[in-house]
Structures are given as structure tokens and as C-alpha cells.
T-cell receptor, first 112, second 110 residues
Framework: DTAVSQTPKYLVTQMGNDKSIKCEQNLGHDTMYWYKQDSKKFLKIMFSYNNKELIINETVPNRFSPKSPDKAHLNLHINSLELGDSAVYFCASSPLGLVEAFFGQGTRLTVV | SQQGEEDPQALSIQEGENATMNCSYKTSINNLQWYRQNSGRGLVHLILIRSNEREKHSGRLRVTLDTSKKSSSLLITASRAADTASYFC??????????FGAGTTVTVRA
């Protein structure tokens, strides 16, 4: 009964491929996020959805497209993968008011 | 842009000692939160302090907030080997965004 689960945990793929990472939360939260953590551990927000609606879209290449089919799911699709996309991607969710965010275990993406 | 910056980047202490790390941020906030990340895992929420609070305690954790200096500190008392992790501060403003820094890596030696 994991609160925020994302799959896969590891993803190794070649440059130019398209891949998706899935995220699901069973906490009943309205808000979900995608974060990217680089090799220096810096966590940068990419997207935020509130009740299936996109509310934050940081400066992220168009190759990244989030999709929220319902408020419990926020998937991340990445087109034409580049070496610089290698990082750990975290999904998170929070109740309205952002008093606490719950994170998934992360997806380590390696582009070769 | 990066909102929170933690200092120091890394900290190594002996078991039983206290660990103190600091966080500075740039814009006005609603609250500031501290998270822990164990190696290879997701972040776990530790404590939240609101902008109108100056100090908060939770078990062996003590957090202070100085909004005039836009800074916060996290103190872990009587550290244990299990406290070895990276610690991140995160600030929440009025835009549904939780902004993190690069964290402080704490190593507690047995």
C-alpha cells in the first residue's frame, strides 16, 4: 500500500528514444508534481498539476509532456531522449495548502 | 531558479554529536519545510515551520526560522548512524510550488 508509486525504478535507454514514467498516488491528494534531481542532488520542479489541471510548467523542453488522466495519476512522457536527460525523476503529491509533500522512490533514467 | 540553498554541502560527525545545517532563501514564503533523503530513496518530510513561527521542535529535531534574514536552521541532537542522509530545505510560496536546494549530506560515524 505504497502512498506514491512510480514505475519503472530504473530505465536505461538510447538517445533518441521515447519513454514514459508512470506515477500513482493513493492518498487522495489534489496536487501532483514531477521533480528532476541531477547528479549534484539539486532538485528542480518540472511540473505541477492540481486536480488534473496543469498549474506549473517550469522551463522544461517541449520534449517533456506530462499527462494526468485523473487526479491520482501523473505520467511523464519524454520524446527524443538526450544524454542530458539522465537524472533521477521524482513524482510527489500533496494536499491543497502544501503542508507536506509525499515522494515516490524515484526513477533513475540513464540515456546512453 | 533555485530558492533554497543549504550550508554546508557536507557534514561529518561522530555518533552522539549534534548536527546543524542552514538554509537560505530568496523570496517571501508561506512556510519552510525540511526533508530527509536516504541514499537511493525518495524524500521524506521531517518538519514544517510557518512564516509566523520562529522555532519548532519534533523529537531530536529543532528548526528555527528568521524571515528577516531569509534563513532557517535544522539541528539534529544526539545523532545516530541512522541519521546519515541528505537533508533538504524547501520553501513554499503562493504558487503551488515547493522549491528545494541541493541539500546537506550528513554522515554520522559510529
Amino acid at each position: 500500500d505504497t502512498a506514491v508509486s512510480q514505475t519503472p525504478k530504473y530505465l536505461v535507454t538510447q538517445m533518441g528514444n521515447d519513454k514514459s514514467i508512470k506515477c500513482e498516488q493513493n492518498l487522495g491528494h489534489d496536487t501532483m508534481y514531477w521533480y528532476k534531481q541531477d547528479s549534484k542532488k539539486f532538485l528542480k520542479i518540472m511540473f505541477s498539476y492540481n486536480n488534473k489541471e496543469l498549474i506549473i510548467n517550469e522551463t522544461v523542453p517541449n520534449r517533456f509532456s506530462p499527462k494526468s488522466p485523473d487526479k491520482a495519476h501523473l505520467n511523464l512522457h519524454i520524446n527524443s531522449l538526450e544524454l542530458g536527460d539522465s537524472a533521477v525523476y521524482f513524482c510527489a503529491s500533496s494536499p491543497l495548502g502544501l503542508v507536506e509533500a509525499f515522494f515516490g522512490q524515484g526513477t533513475r533514467l540513464t540515456v546512453v | 531558479s533555485q530558492q533554497g540553498e543549504e550550508d554546508p554541502q557536507a557534514l561529518s560527525i561522530q555518533e552522539g554529536e549534534n548536527a546543524t545545517m542552514n538554509c537560505s532563501y530568496k523570496t517571501s514564503i508561506n512556510n519552510l519545510q525540511w526533508y530527509r533523503q536516504n541514499s537511493g530513496r525518495g524524500l521524506v518530510h521531517l518538519i514544517l515551520i510557518r512564516s509566523n513561527e520562529r522555532e519548532k521542535h519534533s523529537g531530536r529535531l529543532r528548526v528555527t526560522l528568521d524571515t528577516s534574514k531569509k534563513s532557517s536552521s535544522l539541528l539534529i541532537t544526539a545523532s545516530r548512524a541512522a541519521d546519515t542522509a541528505s537533508y533538504f530545505c524547501a520553501t513554499e510560496s503562493n504558487d503551488y510550488k515547493l522549491s528545494f536546494g541541493a541539500g546537506t549530506t550528513v554522515t554520522v560515524r559510529a
